[in-house]
Every structure is written in C-alpha cells, then in structure tokens.
C-alpha cells in the first residue's frame, strides 16, 4: 500500500474581502522530494505557504499532512515543521545563542548546547553566538533563521524566498545545505522567483498564477530553456477571476 503524500491541500480557498488570494488549489507534495513554487508578485505563493505553515486560516478547503487533516492535531505536525519565510521569527534582544535555545526548548529538544553550537558552526555564526541578534545584518539574521528552522531536524521544510538577502557565501551554503538535504531524501516545498537555481534544486515545478495552479510538472530532462520558455506562456496567460 502506498504511503499518502506529506502533504496534500483539496480545493484550498483564501479572501480577503472580496479579493481572493487562492482560488482552489488542489495540490499534493511527495514525500522525501523538492517541491518549487513559482508565479509573479500575487499569485498567492506565500499566502499557501502561511496557510500551511499554521500563520493564517483557509477560507475553505482542506489540508493533510501525511493523511491526516491539519485541523485534527495541528500542534503535533507543526513539531515536524521547519519555517523559512519573511519574517525570521527571531528575537533582537537575545543572542544569537538565546535565540536556538529558546526554541529548542519550545520543541523539547534534549542535548540543547550541541545541537546550538553545531546549528551555529553551520551557519558561519559560531564566533556571533554571545552577539544579539538586533546587531546583525539581514543576511546574518537569515542564516541564524535558518539553523533556527532546522534546530529540530523537521520532516517537513517551508523555505519563502530563503535566498533573500544572503550574501554570495551564504547563499551557496543555503543552496549546498538543501542539496545535503535532497539527498538525505526530506520533504521540500520552496518558493522562489529564481527559476533556475528552483530548476536545479528541484524533482518537481509548480506556478501559482492569480491563485490558481497553472502548472505542475517532474523536473525530469527538462532544460533551463524549456522551463523558462514554460513559466512565461503560464505566467503571461490571463485565468478567469470568479472563485
């Protein structure tokens, strides 16, 4: 019997008012895969992201984690969760140090003070980990975003845009740290607008388009000319608007 996807939304809705942000998104994400999103500035991407996360509420639909609806044990998936968005959910007044501790403890982490001081060597924080946070660029709050986000090993990983902001060395280990993951066979759902770096880091690409899926497709053979060439005759196609 085959196992259900990680995750899986049925006819997902979101309004604000009466503008709708998803407009029935049917989508499923396999397990131990890369998922890319993408689409232009509104097509909903970050608005599914947050539903998924747990941050905001469908307006209608359904959402399952690995065969289970999200509203019947939200607290325990979101312990299998890992988070990258726009905001870095990070503390200005703790240390970097503070910060992973913190969490940790939120998710009953046992053997704190090395998985802190291994999540900080990653990241290239090691030397910043008594320094609090408020006196860090953005990119060195990004980095410190993300060893917060894998802290707890997640099964599941939500990346937003995780590449905003970071410098060229950061960005290469956030890249390099996902193909480590890829290969380690985790669970991925990344936005981006990046179409190759999403093309090279992904088995599959989806594009939201006015809050709808106007795309979905396995990587497979497929060339950076063919996918670009892909995105823009979705993108620049104009879907209905009723709900």
Same mark, same amino acid.
């Given at each position: 019997? $085959? ?5 899986? !939304?049925?006819?997902? +809705?979101?309004?604000?008012?009466? @503008? #709708? ?12 895969? +890369? ?11 970050? !608005? ?22 999200? $509203?019947?044990?939200? /607290?325990?998936?979101?312990? *299998?969760?890992?988070?990258?968005? @726009?905001?870095?959910?990070? #503390?200005?007044?703790? !240390? ?6 913190? #969490? ?17 060597? /990653?990241?290239?924080?090691? /030397? ?8 860090? $660029? ?13 802290? *707890? @090993? ?32 985790? !669970? ?7 179409? /190759? ?33 892909? #995105?823009?005759?979705?993108? $620049? ?7």
């Amino acid at each position: 019997m $085959s196992q259900p996807p990680a995750i899986a !939304t049925v006819n997902l +809705v979101k309004a604000f008012g009466d @503008h #709708y942000a998803l407009r029935g998104i049917s989508l499923q994400v396999d397990r131990r895969e +890369v998922t890319a999103i993408f689409g232009p500035n509104g097509a909903g991407k970050t !608005t599914f992201l947050r539903i998924l996360s747990g941050l905001s509420r469908p307006t209608s639909g359904e959402i399952l984690f690995e065969g289970k609806p999200l $509203s019947d044990d939200s /607290e325990t998936i979101r312990q *299998h969760l890992g988070v990258i968005g @726009h905001q870095s959910f990070l #503390y200005g007044e703790l !240390t970097a140090e503070e910060n992973l501790f913190f #969490y940790g403890r939120l998710y009953g982490l046992t053997g704190l003070s090395k998985r802190v001081e291994q999540a900080l060597d /990653e990241v290239g924080l090691g /030397e910043r980990a008594n320094d609090r946070v408020s006196t860090f $660029s953005r990119g060195m709050q990004q980095r410190l975003a993300i060893a917060r986000a894998m802290l *707890h @090993h997640p099964r599941l990983l939500f990346l937003d845009e995780p590449f905003s902001g970071l410098d060229q060395h950061a960005a290469a280990m956030l890249a390099g740290w996902l193909q480590r993951l890829r290969s380690e066979e985790q !669970t991925i759902l990344l936005v981006t607008h990046d179409l /190759e770096q999403g093309l090279a880091l992904s088995d599959r690409l989806v594009i939201f388009a006015r809050g709808r899926v106007v795309y979905d497709q396995r990587t497979a053979s497929m060339s950076a000319d063919e996918w670009r060439r892909a #995105y823009f005759e979705r993108v $620049s196609a104009e879907p209905g608007d009723a709900p």
